[in-house]
């Protein structure tokens, strides 16, 4: 086999700790991280490049209904193996955040602390430049039909260009415009004429002409792009 360059390992690195793989994929890079050094220094830095979003968010309780859920959790997992369901070990993220991914899952979370309590949030989405993979905004839901577009930082747009915000389904056949962006600044788009939100959804912000793209569809260079996660 072909040995991954030194992007390729960083992108695989970055879908694993920003949760992006499939399950199938992240069974397949959980177990080469026990071997692959240049893999498991790769999803350490994605890891150490994350953890410092958690600062962004102020520490808040978790809900009783958190609480109810982890105690459940733990009631099970001290149950003989032969009563766990192992179909349930596998979907629950929570616990999958014990891999090298649980530090990504933490400040995801975290963002979804700064405008909605995580049992209302079902899709989180972490924007990244894909050159520096430096996060600049989180895409996060409250409920299937609306969104939230969320800056972390004030990203300069050069004279006469504007951001243009797309997503698009896995079956979807082209991108679907959800309006300009102002650098900096949050933004809400309702959802009325799309189809329900899903995991895995591609989000970008592109370098589109003031006005937007002529064409409807993406036309200049992506600034930011990430796949949504599920989280509740």
Do not use: C
Not at 60 to 84: D, T, Y
Not at 118 to 144: E, K, M, R
């Amino acid at each position: 086999m072909k040995p991954d360059t030194a992007e390729e390992l960083d992108s695989l690195a970055g879908e694993f700790v920003l949760g992006t793989l499939s399950p199938q994929q992240h069974a397949t890079v959980t177990e080469r991280l026990v071997s692959d050094l240049a893999l498991r220094a790769a999803v350490n830095a994605w890891e150490a490049r994350l953890l410092e979003l958690t600062a962004l968010a102020a520490p808040q309780p978790p809900s009783a209904r958190l609480w109810g859920r982890i105690q459940r959790s733990l009631n099970e997992l001290a149950a003989p193996a032969a009563q766990q369901r192992v179909k349930w070990w596998r979907r629950l993220g929570l616990w999958q955040g014990l891999s090298a991914a649980g530090l990504a899952a933490s400040a995801v979370l975290a963002f979804t602390l700064l405008t909605a309590p995580p049992p209302t949030t079902q899709f989180v989405v972490v924007l990244v430049a894909p050159n520096s993979q430096t996060a600049g905004w989180v895409v996060q839901t409250s409920d299937s039909r609306m969104i939230e577009l969320i800056p972390l930082g004030q990203d300069a747009v050069p004279e006469g260009m504007a951001l243009q915000f797309w997503t698009k389904g896995e079956q979807w056949q082209a991108p679907v415009s959800l309006g300009l962006v102002k650098p900096g600044e949050p933004y809400r788009v309702p959802l009325q004429s799309l189809p329900p939100l899903e995991a895995n959804q591609l989000f970008e912000l592109t370098l589109e002409k003031s006005g937007g793209s002529p064409t409807g569809l993406p036309t200049g260079p992506v600034k930011f792009i990430g796949r949504a996660v599920k989280v509740i």
